[in-house]
Nanobody, 120 residues
Framework: QVQLVESGGGLVQAGGSLRLSCAPAGRMFNINAMGWYRQAPGKQRELVAR???????NYIDSVKGRFTISRDGAKNTVFLQMNSLKPEDTAVYYC??????????????WGQGTQVTVSS
């Protein structure tokens, strides 16, 4: 099974920026969409941003205007540019790929997560 590899997390002060990257470790076909999720301690995992192969994006309200998701379709790489970071953005960030198996079935592949910590 192809793994997703994330990078770019770390420790940053409030107001700072980080750029996350995610790419499959091997070849991955029929990716319909890729996205970033996050999970803070004691909280459920939530969708942060998602981008489809057509370039449509969606974000949770709390990051609109601060985060930007983009992708390199040729390399199946997805990025999350995070600006104006806040302490409440602190979480483990996970990459997800939605891969089409048939016209009605798709599988989800997850990365292992990268820690983002924003200090106040």
């Amino acid at each position: 099974q192809v793994q997703l590899v994330e990078s770019g997390g770390g420790l940053v002060q409030a107001g700072g920026s980080l750029r996350l990257s995610c790419a499959p470790a091997g070849r991955m076909f029929n990716i319909n969409a890729m996205g970033w999720y996050r999970q803070a301690p004691g909280k459920q995992r939530e969708l942060v941003a998602r981008i489809t192969t057509s370039g449509s994006t969606n974000y949770i309200d709390s990051v609109k205007g601060r985060f930007t998701i983009s992708r390199d379709g040729a390399k199946n790489t997805v990025f999350l540019q995070m600006n104006s970071l806040k302490p409440e953005d602190t979480a483990v960030y996970y990459c997800k790929a939605e891969v089409g198996v048939t016209t009605t079935i798709q599988n989800a592949y997850w990365g292992q997560g990268t820690q983002v910590t924003v200090s106040s």
